[in-house]
């Protein structure tokens, strides 16, 4: 007869881990932080996804911003005397601070 979970949805996993890892969830577990190996890496893996949820909004944010950029008008030749021009004029818009351009 199987053994039925109190979560009709969840399902068991097996993983090996290298020692120290264990290790280190096992210590994590003790602390008293985590009550089980199991749900430390249930928020393990919750918090990689909304990492790569995140990065992927991040991702897209940029990749409509660079978008936009390249749609914004004319093209600008981006050259050392360009980047030292928009320098003198950031300092002169700060007063002059720190002028070595």
Request: positive net charge; without cysteine; charged residues 30%.
């Amino acid at each position: 007869m199987a053994v039925m979970s109190a979560d009709l949805n969840s399902v068991t996993m097996n993983v090996s881990l290298p020692k120290p890892l264990k290790r280190y969830i096992d210590e994590r577990v003790s602390s008293g932080v985590y009550s089980s190996a199991s749900e430390f890496v249930r928020e393990a893996i919750r918090e990689k996804l909304q990492r790569e949820q995140v990065q992927a909004q991040a991702k897209g944010t940029l990749t409509t911003k660079l978008l936009q950029g390249l749609d914004s008008g004319k093209p600008i030749p981006f050259t050392d005397d360009y980047f030292k021009r928009k320098k003198r004029a950031l300092l002169s818009r700060l007063g002059g601070k720190n002028q070595r351009a």
